[in-house]
């Protein structure tokens, strides 16, 4: 299991986390972040593998994996 920790105000809700993790963990949530974007949440953290995916394709750095 592992715990992922996402800097909500610096998402911009691109997506690109949810099409890297192979078991479709991550989705777009409300509420919306100061820029008025939904952002990423991790959905079923016991699932997690903490494959570390999700983290490389984030452009913006702003996912962090806990094992």
Partial sequence: MAKL???K???KGCGLCITACPKRLISLEGPVNNM????AKQ???KECSGCTLCAI???DCVIE???
């Fill in 43 to 45: 959905t079923r953290p």
């Fill in 5 to 7: 920790k996402i800097n």
């Fill in 65 to 67: 994996v806990w094992k």
């Fill in 57 to 59: 394709m984030c452009p």
């Fill in 9 to 11: 105000e610096r998402c």
């Fill in 36 to 39: 008025g974007l939904k952002t």
